[in-house]
């Protein structure tokens, strides 16, 4: 490091830890740009301190800049919350959207949680998604998370066994093979926008939710979750019959499962993201992103 300005190796330390940050607080989040503006004030309280303040060295970058940004995060978190309260229509988290084939160099960011999970974990309080996000997601040892939120490791220990317990009882663990992904996705889009119910209702498991989270400013076929295969179904049927014209899907990747991306013409125009019921067969969550301001990243 010898030559180095001090301001230039924090600059390199905070890009060379970006990826896990962004990851940590967009799982934290369910927000893109609220992660964002997180980063950017974790790199504002980085670079002062780690750039030759006259402190103390930091022995650690990635503790010290991982607790920075948890940090900040959660104070985030205050905010996101009063937004939503005022919301139109059901809020879901906005899809990260990558290639089908990203290379190993953004691994981090694709190893969010799913798009299922992400809701499920919106019933946690700030301090459950927290301390889950950092141990369940990224293995960060009790006594780690203890440090960076100032509390005792036995009551991080239980805030932990709550918000596993919590999740346990609203999401049934079952890692859907890539490929039976795929297909029924094929299986739902083609039934879906050809208006077929017959097939519509036989990809559909009978106990299936729709979300759909246009945010006042796309199309959402629901202000509320749909609940069963006949309501959802319905629905479907009748979406398929006002589509807009020249309606394209193309596959991507959002929050590392395969997914569709609905675009007419080069613009994005819906992620649709589904859950699959244990067997992989039938589908039982289906996830529709319409809010263009959750959308840009979805070219």
């Not at 301090?127 to 040892?141: I, K, N, S």
């Not at 919590?166 to 079952?174: C, E, F, Q, W």
Request: proline share 7%.
């Amino acid at each position: 490091m010898s030559g180095i300005r001090p301001q230039d190796a924090a600059t390199q330390q905070f890009v060379d830890h970006r990826e896990l940050l962004f990851s940590i607080v967009y799982n934290m989040l369910g927000s893109v740009a609220d992660t964002e503006d997180v980063l950017q004030e974790t790199w504002l309280s980085w670079v002062p301190r780690a750039g030759g303040d006259g402190g103390a060295p930091i022995d650690n970058p990635r503790a010290y800049l991982v607790r920075t940004a948890v940090n900040h995060a959660l104070a985030r978190r205050a905010a996101l919350t009063r937004r939503k309260e005022t919301y139109v229509g059901q809020w879901l988290p906005e899809p990260v959207v990558t290639p089908l084939d990203e290379g190993a160099e953004h691994v981090e960011r694709t190893e969010s949680f799913s798009m299922a999970l992400l809701v499920v974990l919106e019933t946690l309080s700030p301090l459950e998604r927290a301390v889950f996000v950092l141990h369940e997601a990224f293995g960060f040892a009790y006594t780690e998370i203890a440090e960076m939120l100032d509390r005792n490791p036995t009551a991080v220990r239980q805030v932990a066994h709550r918000a596993r317990e919590h999740v346990r009882a609203r999401r049934t663990r079952y890692p859907a093979d890539p490929r039976r992904r795929r297909e029924a996705t094929d299986r739902f889009l083609t039934a879906a926008l050809g208006g077929d119910l017959d097939a519509l209702m036989s990809v559909l498991a009978p106990d299936v939710t729709l979300w759909t989270d246009g945010g006042g400013k796309g199309p959402a076929v629901s202000l509320h979750p749909v609940h069963g295969r006949d309501a959802v179904a319905g629905l479907f049927i009748e979406v398929a019959s006002t589509r807009p014209p020249g309606l394209a899907v193309r596959y991507r990747r959002v929050n590392g499962d395969p997914s569709a991306v609905l675009f007419v013409g080069d613009a994005p125009f819906a992620v649709l993201v589904l859950d699959l019921a244990p067997g992989g067969e039938q589908i039982c969550g289906i996830y529709s992103v319409t809010n263009p301001d959750k959308l840009s990243g979805a070219r």
